[in-house]
T-cell receptor
Framework: GENVEQHPSTLSVQEGDSAVIKCTYS??????FPWYKQELGKRPQLIID?????GEKKDQRIAVTLNKTAKHFSLHITETQPEDSAVYFC????????????FGSGTRLLVRP | GAVVSQHPSWVICKSGTSVKIECRSL??????MFWYRQFPKQSLMLMAT?????????EQGVEKDKFLINHASLTLSTLTVTSAHPEDSSFYIC???????????FGPGTRLTVT
């Protein structure tokens, strides 16, 4: 089955710096890659997603890149702010699996003021 | 739009009892609902996938006789934890999706504590 690996497990950056989180997946059939932000005790919140027919997608300070050949995708956050501090999860999904999501292990991002 | 609710938001029960958690899609019809479990400082682990009117598909290692899932309508799925034990204490989150869409909409989660 699909396996998603996520690095780093923790990331500390200075406010205003950029943060990059990387994920790799194992199943080449995966074709949907969402990123979630989760604050303590709350539901995951979709922040950006990308389909396999696209190499890059950007939404203001957040961008995601996908390399299908290497089977990895990355989340880029620019001009980080303290409110970006949270746990971020990547995930992978594919149509033939009823679109179920397999999550990475998570990255705890701390933005220092 | 695309709101998913869960009830209760938290529950405390005694070891050996059963607990039912409801997941509702409030403003859309959910073809498929998913149940996840999340232990402290860990990721979301998919427990099962349920389609309206059919039996749930459980992930490897998840006991289907212990975690009973019912998806009786396009807006409601329930998870019953039977004969709960302290090790079942966790954060249970449901999600729902509509036909043809990849995106899943997550419920707020239910914190279960078994004493």
């Amino acid at each position: 089955g699909e396996n998603v690996e996520q690095h780093p497990s923790t990331l500390s950056v200075q406010e205003g710096d950029s943060a990059v989180i990387k994920c790799t997946y194992s199943d080449s059939a995966s074709n949907y890659f969402p990123w979630y932000k989760q604050e303590l005790g709350k539901r995951p919140q979709l922040i950006i997603d990308i389909r396999s027919n696209v190499g890059e997608k950007k939404d203001q300070r957040i961008a995601v890149t996908l390399n299908k050949t290497a089977k990895h995708f990355s989340l880029h956050i620019t001009e980080t702010q303290p409110e970006d501090s949270a746990v971020y999860f990547c995930a992978a999904s594919w149509m033939d699996s009823s679109y179920k999501l397999i999550f990475g292990s998570g990255t705890r991002l701390l933005v220092r003021p | 739009g695309a709101v998913v609710s869960q009830h209760p938001s938290w529950v405390i029960c005694k070891s050996g009892t059963s607990v039912k958690i409801e997941c509702r899609s409030l403003d859309f019809q959910a073809t498929t609902m998913f149940w996840y479990r999340q232990f402290p400082k860990q990721s979301l682990m998919l427990m099962a996938t349920s389609n309206e009117g059919s039996k749930a598909t459980y992930e490897q290692g998840v006991e289907k006789d212990k975690f009973l899932i019912n998806h009786a309508s396009l807006t409601l799925s329930t998870l019953t934890v039977t004969s709960a034990h302290p090790e079942d204490s966790s954060f249970y989150i449901c999600s729902a999706r509509v036909t043809g869409a990849y995106e899943q909409y997550f419920g707020p989660g239910t914190r279960l504590t078994v004493t």
